[in-house]
């Protein structure tokens, strides 16, 4: 029997405005997959020191079993991470590595040392890509199968295939939901703590609730209006055009698989604003029945953003003039401002600011802070 994937990709989404719903989405992807589980895995670094940690997984998971199997076999995981990695960043698209690229041959994969141990917890082969190509280090996702099956079927990869790039825009995504989460509070009950835009929407696209830094947006900037029916429009005939798609068809979002970040709509370069927008087809704070909405981000990106560049450094090759310019552009200032603040003229702080965005894929500057919050922005106020 074929998986609901219509109904999987809405609860996926469910996720992205509650951080605590992880566990059991993942949890239903690995049970129609006949796996063992799913752990979605991220790179953390202290005081110089390269920390994998395991934030979520499925619900049949204790993390604390994942800890402990990382602090005994962390070197050969570590390894093993690192060729997953490799395989995964020669292609685009979101695309899951068989565990057949970490030995010659089944009978060497069994010698392994941390597959030994995986074993005596009934876990032979793993499967796992990046979720997100623009910051490699989070986002890692692993999928563990039992020792009583083989790897996985053209069926299941094709799951997969359809499923993952849902998943990767959720959890980049829900990184505002996740910061509220560590602080105790729900998205709806604490929306004004957020420094970004957030409104949420019913089926119709009507507004429901939406907090204070969307409605200074609204005044702020010509992007969004309401008609007289309560329904939230974009005013540039493209952007509308994207806006809707997104919200006629939930197989319409996760088209830019392992960077989610291209599908926001990054509106004029007068307006400075991200926009995004994923379904949330069930919210308990608003109903217990189901909801069939929306929630919408804006991010103001001509704001100050503190986020950790180096990283970004590091993955992209800029050079330390070009994170200077980086800076200040995180500061919120535009090319204008920066061409006075360094003395250099406009059009040579144009020329630099193209390269970054040549390097780091952009199209837009506002593209490239979106970018440069996936490396870890502070979204809360205090």
């Known amino acids: 029997m074929q998986p609901d994937n219509h109904d999987t990709i809405l609860r996926i989404y469910d996720a992205v405005a509650d951080d605590s719903l992880w566990p059991d989405v993942l949890h239903r992807l690995a049970t129609q997959l006949n796996a063992y589980?799913?752990?979605?895995?991220?790179?953390?670094?202290?005081?110089?020191e390269k920390q994998l940690v395991a934030p979520l997984a499925s619900a049949n998971y204790d993390l604390s079993a994942i800890e402990t199997y990382i602090a005994k076999c962390f070197e050969h995981e570590k390894r093993d991470q690192d060729i997953f990695e490799a395989h995964s960043l020669a292609q685009d698209q979101i695309d899951l590595i068989e565990d057949d690229v970490l030995a010659p041959d089944i009978a060497d994969l069994k010698?392994?040392?941390?597959?030994?141990?995986?074993?005596?917890?009934?876990?032979?082969?793993?499967?796992?890509?990046?979720?997100?190509?623009d910051n490699t280090a989070v986002s890692r996702f692993s999928l563990q199968l039992a020792g009583n099956r083989g790897r996985l079927t053209p069926e299941e990869r094709a799951h997969l295939t359809t499923v993952l790039p849902h998943i990767a825009k959720a959890l980049d995504l829900g990184r505002p939901a996740k910061q509220l989460a560590l602080e105790h509070q729900s998205m709806l009950a604490a929306m004004d703590r957020l420094t970004i835009g957030v409104c949420i929407l019913d089926a119709k696209g009507r507004v429901v609730v939406e907090n204070n830094e969307f409605e200074r947006q609204q005044d702020a900037y010509p992007v969004f209006f309401k008609t007289n029916t309560g329904e939230l429009r974009l005013r540039r005939p493209e952007d509308q055009r994207h806006f809707s798609a997104l919200m006629e068809n939930v197989f319409n979002h996760g088209?830019?698989?392992?960077?989610?970040?291209?599908?926001?709509?990054?509106?004029?370069?007068?307006?400075?604003?991200?926009?995004?927008?994923?379904?949330?087809?069930?919210?308990?704070?608003i109903t217990a029945k189901t909801f069939g909405g929306f929630i919408v981000y804006s991010t103001d990106t001509s704001l100050p953003i503190h986020c950790n560049a180096l990283p970004m450094q590091r993955a992209y090759g800029l050079t330390d003039a070009e994170m200077t310019l980086v800076d200040l552009i995180a500061r919120g200032l535009t090319n204008g401002q920066i061409s006075e603040r360094r003395d250099r003229s406009l059009s040579t702080i144009n020329t630099q600011v193209k390269s970054i965005l040549a390097k780091t894929h952009c199209s837009t500057r506002t593209q490239f802070v979106r970018l440069m919050m996936s490396f870890g922005a502070n979204f809360l106020t205090r």
Do not use: Y
């Open 255 to 285: 088209k830019f698989g392992a960077r989610p970040r291209k599908e926001a709509i990054s509106t004029s370069e007068t307006s400075f604003l991200c926009v995004e927008i994923s379904p949330l087809n069930n919210m308990l704070d």
């Open 111 to 133: 010698q392994l040392s941390n597959v030994q141990t995986l074993q005596k917890l009934g876990i032979l082969h793993r499967a796992a890509g990046l979720l997100n190509k």
């Open 37 to 48: 589980g799913c752990i979605v895995f991220e790179w953390h670094t202290s005081l110089g």
